[in-house]
């Protein structure tokens, strides 16, 4: 999922900041790891949020310029790497990044939910998880969540939450999710603009036997 900020960053000549978030089913080979470097070159990525790296810790590393959060993690270019100013592992499927900007501080959240067959114990903790990552932002900063959030909201619209680009029926986590955007005034970015059906989709089966969108970016 790829998304678009204006004004963020300190760098003056910058209009725009091009972020997305990818689901890369781990990151323990380095090929892996460099894949990630070429993919944000080839599609010019100023920030990537990563789920599912299946690294253990929590800590910092350089790569071609990029630099990780393990766990979940998101990945900068050099120029927006400046600007990060703090960053807060909460959990193995949630980490909060705070980057200097102008007029307004940016707050990135990157996370990974909890599998659909997951207890809903687990859900709710997930979410609490996402409540601890805001309360390290303040509030006037512009916060983005976004990640692999295992849910469906499909392809209705829903207040000014949920758009009409969604896949197939809203499930239970889905509903959950928006329930949850409801409450905390996020809208689905990428629910909202029109895409040719191959390009709707974000996560497929083995075997290619299904596709879902399951990935959001909000704002």
Not at 14 to 32: F, P, Y
Request: glycine fraction near 10%.
């Amino acid at each position: 999922m790829i998304g678009k900020m204006e004004g963020t960053g300190n760098n003056k000549t910058d209009k725009t900041s091009k972020i997305a978030t990818w689901d890369v089913r781990t990151l323990h080979q380095k090929s892996k790891l460099e894949n990630v470097v070429k993919e944000m070159e080839r599609m010019k990525l100023n920030t990537l949020g990563l789920a599912e790296v299946i690294w253990t810790g929590a800590g910092s590393m350089k790569l071609g310029g990029h630099t990780h959060e393990r766990g979940v993690g998101i990945s900068f270019d050099v120029t927006m790497a400046k600007s990060l100013g703090s960053w807060c592992p909460i959990s193995d499927g949630v980490v909060v990044a705070k980057l200097v900007a102008k007029p307004f501080n940016l707050g990135i959240i990157q996370l990974y939910a909890p599998t659909s067959d997951s207890e809903d114990v687990e859900v709710e903790k997930f979410y609490e998880e996402i409540e601890k990552a805001k309360g390290y932002l303040k509030s006037q900063d512009i916060i983005i969540v976004m990640g692999d959030f295992n849910a469906k909201v499909g392809d209705e619209r829903v207040e000014d939450v949920v758009g009409p680009s969604g896949i197939g029926t809203v499930n239970e986590r889905g509903s959950r999710l928006i329930e949850w955007c409801q409450v905390n005034d996020f809208t689905m970015s990428n629910a909202w603009y029109q895409n040719h059906p191959r390009r709707q989709w974000t996560w497929k089966s083995p075997g290619d036997r299904s596709r879902n969108k399951i990935d959001y970016i909000f704002i």
